[in-house]
């Protein structure tokens, strides 16, 4: 596997290199454009202000738990996909991926809908046990797992459709449950998409904007994230926005960064 | 391959440099509408109008009665929030007229020298209480802001319907109770056409332009916040002619009643 991956490397064609060096540029430019243009002199006193680690904070919490709802309820959506035997699976596939290309605000308009206190379900809850999601923290959790967790299913149905079947076919002869094979087979052996899945999911929730405004609103300590912070910084000081968006950035980068390395070195 | 590619970006660069309204070329002289030179120029082509968000459904009728009026030429709009448009023209994008809903932002443009005209105030918009078709929370005044129990919705300080929000709420002495604070004032009236909130601090020709679903309720503070919209042309306007034969035709009486109709002051 080793030798035919290194072999398959060696010097790129140009008619790909060209292409991928601008795409590379065309990627980091930007970000490069927004620490040129920071304002590093005022850097410390925008970071240390209430706000900014008051939106951090709740952006932090806010898609940890998001990407936590995503693992509960993907991880199983994933096997269903994968293993399930469903008539109508491509449609349902098709199904799971519409927020991927959903305008986030339309997400969280529909969110409205069926959520909110007017809303299909929304109401009921509303009447029988006084819970309203909308503006709330557990809205934008909502919002941000909505967005978030094709994500993670389509990274978990793929690494469940490349596992071998034979292992959990291997544990059913030898006596164990369909729950204990999933649990002590066919999890670890797909554990590398599912890491990799959860910190896409991660990510993307973290910088979930437009399903979170329109469905959770805006409001300092409650519903304002970083992402929220930014557009309404931009608004008044885009030295703030840039500095925002930095610390979005960083914190980005860290945790792909770190989480990298042990993703790609577990065996597929 | 590398001959079409190096074609197409050849292509690209060519036309960013035409639309760049704040590229080097000094502007009039290359313009195809300086071809007729009397005195009331046939104005045609198209005419770029970057108008606040607010001025959607007015502009839009507008643009088309303009148009009727100059045959051949064809107004096309760019509605967003004023500061993120004055960005855009500070920015070098191809704008024949600048509407903005405050004057500052009409001020972040002069300022850079992207308008050198003198913008002038064309209409004026006020705040309007609005509520949910039915009224279902039985607001009366802005005193109910004030009720916590009560779902309200708000634009954020840092867009001009929250500024002028709090202008009104410090005249009124009246701390108001916000569940949201939202990014503009259309996501505002979003949450009230949904009936997501009891009640919301708007502009009047908001209220106007939804309709059925939201009822407006007038307040008297709203005079302490009067948001005035100037207009002006672009310096380096790609089609000179036609904005200032736009920004007369907003001026003139037949705009003047479109804009009163949709809900604007005169100024």
Known sequence: MTTRARARRGRLPVVLALPALVGLAFLVVPLAGLLVRAPWSTLGEQLFSGEVGQALTLSLVCASLATLVCLALGVPLAWLLARGDLPGRGVLRALVTVPLVLPPVVGGVALLLVLGRRGIVGQYLDQWFGISLPFTTAGVVLAEAFVAMPFLVISVEGALRGADVRYEEAAATLGASRWLTFRRVTLPSIAPGVVAGTVLCWARALGEFGATITFAGNFPGRTTTMPLAVYLALETDPGAAIVLSIVLLLLSVTVLVSLRDRWIATPT | ?267
């Open chain 2, 1 to 267: 391959m590398s001959r079409s590619l190096r074609a197409v970006a050849l292509f690209a660069v060519a036309a960013l440099s035409l639309v760049g309204c704040g590229s080097g070329d000094t502007g009039a002289s290359t313009e195809p509408t300086t071809t007729s030179e009397s005195a009331a120029p046939a104005i045609t082509g198209d005419v770029n109008v970057f108008a606040a968000a607010s001025l959607t459904e007015s502009f839009t009728q507008l643009g088309k009665d303009f148009e009727k009026a100059h045959p051949g030429v064809k107004v096309v709009f760019n509605f967003a929030g004023s500061s993120a448009l004055a960005t855009q023209i500070n920015q070098g994008a191809p704008a024949d007229v600048f509407a903005s809903a405050a004057p500052k932002n009409m001020t972040d443009v002069t300022t850079t020298g992207a308008i050198t005209g003198k913008p002038v105030t064309f209409v004026t918009n006020t705040l309007e209480i609005a509520v949910p078709a039915g009224n279902p929370a039985k607001i009366t005044g802005l005193a109910d802001f004030a009720k916590p129990d009560l779902k309200i919705a708000l634009c954020a300080e840092q867009v001009p319907c929250g500024a002028a929000a709090k202008k009104v709420f410090q005249a009124a002495g009246i701390t108001a109770a916000p569940d949201t604070l939202e990014q503009d004032v259309k996501a505002v009236l979003t949450k009230v056409q949904l009936d997501e909130v009891d009640a919301a601090l708007v502009y009047r020709t908001d209220v106007k332009a939804a309709g059925d679903k939201v009822e407006g309720i007038e307040f008297p503070e709203s005079d302490k916040a009067v948001n005035e919209y100037p207009i002006a042309v672009c310096a380096k306007a790609p089609n000179a002619d036609g904005a200032r034969a736009f920004v007369d035709y907003v001026l003139s009486d037949k705009g003047r009643d479109v804009l009163t109709k949709a809900g604007f002051g005169a100024p």
